[in-house]
């Protein structure tokens, strides 16, 4: 009898951690645009904000209407390499994409892929020209050249003291003229965030 309510209790124990467990977990949809900061930390919100902020500024400048009046078509980029100088892990596939999406939607510039898809685009052009009809094959050196190269880098700076830090962004881009090198626009945003960081006695 003894045994069999050792088993009953130890059976109690494990059901009442696992229903513990379970309620311990609880999950809420938030909107997609709406501003969540728990860590301070770099976030999709600081991306998506920066990227609007920055190609708004970059979309005023004289390159895009000088390029356009002396060649009579919107001026092509081409995504370079986004550095994340921070000492955090930071998703810069994630800001390139916001980069690319406000500046096409603009009506302004073209994009080409990047050169990781350009070279999965051009293996399908090659088993098109080794499989597919000859009226269906997608010519081969037939792309579009960029006129412009977007790269960058994000920087930050930290200063802590007892629990409490401030935290610095500072993101860069220039905008490089292919054919010629030349600078065509530079643009810096930052964004300085305050975090405080309770402690919890018992």
């Known amino acids: 009898m003894g ?9 109690v124990f494990f059901l ?7 309620a311990s977990v609880k999950v809420r949809r938030a909107e997609i645009d709406k501003k969540v900061d728990l860590s301070g930390s770099w976030n999709d919100t600081d991306s998506r904000l920066v990227a609007e ?3 708004k500024d970059c979309l005023l400048r004289p390159w895009v209407d000088v390029f356009s009046s002396g060649g009579g078509k919107p001026p092509v980029v081409i995504l370079g390499a986004i550095v994340n100088r921070t000492s955090e892990h930071i998703n810069a596939q994630l800001f390139l994409s916001d980069l690319e999406k ?3 939607n603009s009506g302004k510039v073209k994009f ?8 999965e685009l051009r293996d399908e052009k090659q088993d098109q020209a080794e499989n597919a009809s000859r009226i269906s094959a ?5 792309e579009t050249g960029a006129d412009f190269m977007l790269q960058g880098s994000i920087n930050s700076v930290k200063d802590e003291i007892s629990g409490k830090y401030v935290i610095l962004y500072q993101v860069n881009l220039e905008l490089v003229d292919l054919t010629t090198n030349e600078k065509a626009w530079i643009g810096q945003k930052e964004i300085k965030k305050v975090v405080s960081r ?5």
């Open 3 to 11: 045994i069999k309510n050792n088993m009953i209790g130890v059976l």
């Open 16 to 22: 009442a951690v696992g229903c513990c467990g379970c």
């Open 53 to 55: 902020e920055m190609v």
């Open 102 to 104: 406000n500046l096409l």
């Open 112 to 119: 080409v892929a990047q050169r990781q898809q350009r070279q």
């Open 138 to 142: 997608k010519p081969r050196k037939e």
């Open 198 to 202: 309770r402690s919890f006695g018992f």
